[in-house]
């Protein structure tokens, strides 16, 4: 049978297309969030981040959509290229200022 | 460039043997970093927060003992994984923000791949 966390959701785009990954967050009172890719054989890097504030906000390339009334969080890349091929984490900062992290989603770009 | 800078970055010993990973603020002080532990294909789990000066806060279900964590300075931090066994092959991970109660990312070093034999 499966083994929980051992499939890690993944997303397969064209090179060119827009990419969209999505994230629910459990913790109501989480008033800090952000994305982070992460490459293969290396530590998370910061893409974006957003504050509970707010709804939208957008980088270069990418864009945060922050829905807390279903606490959803979403991740929008524009253009997608190889380069962006990797695991995509959101996480959330409770009132205890740590980072909880959701499971991934891996994004393969084809070329 | 990088702002956390993690060594070593792979880490092969035999069971029984203590580990030291260190982790570094390069170019700002940290008074707080954490440090977590990644399965392949999973998400990163808090294991402890490092508290400069201080002794360090584990997570539930981390045993302090096995995983000693030193904050001696404001921009090192070690995680020690004493007598390590095979179940405590994975890939460590620490972290450190620029302010740990402001709006401000954390920053992550490239991790250490330990493997126990």
């Known amino acids: 049978g499966e083994s929980v966390g051992l499939h890690l959701p993944t997303l397969s785009v064209q090179e060119g297309d827009n990419s969209i990954i999505n994230c629910a967050y459990s913790?109501?009172?989480?008033?800090?969030f952000i994305w982070y890719k992460q490459e293969s054989g290396k530590g998370p890097q910061f893409i974006i981040d957003?504050?509970?504030?707010?709804d939208k906000r957008q980088g270069q390339r990418v864009t945060v959509l922050l829905n807390k009334t279903v606490k959803h969080l979403s991740l929008q890349i524009a253009a997608t290229q190889p380069g962006d091929s990797a695991v995509y984490f959101c996480?959330?900062?409770?009132?205890?200022?740590?980072?909880?992290f959701g499971k991934g989603t891996l994004l393969t770009v084809n070329p | 460039g990088a702002v956390v800078s993690q060594h070593p970055s792979w880490v092969i010993c035999k069971s029984g043997t203590s580990v030291k990973i260190e982790c570094r603020s390069l170019?700002?002080?940290?008074?707080?970093m954490f440090w977590y532990r990644q399965f392949p294909k999973q998400s990163l789990m808090l294991m402890a927060t490092s508290n400069e000066g201080s002794k360090a806060t584990y997570e539930q279900g981390v045993e302090k003992d096995k995983f000693l964590i030193n904050h001696a300075s404001l921009t090192l931090s070690t995680l020690t994984v004493t007598s390590a066994h095979p179940e405590d092959s994975s890939f460590y991970i620490c972290?450190?923000?620029?302010?740990?109660?402001?709006?401000?990312?954390?920053?992550f070093g490239d991790g250490t791949r330990l493997s126990i034999l």
């Open positions: 972290s450190a923000g620029r302010g740990t109660y402001s709006n401000q990312p954390q920053h």
């Open positions: 170019d700002f002080q940290a008074t707080t």
């Open positions: 957003i504050r509970s504030n707010m």
């Open positions: 996480a959330e900062r409770g009132s205890n200022y740590k980072l909880t």
């Open positions: 913790n109501s009172a989480s008033d800090y």
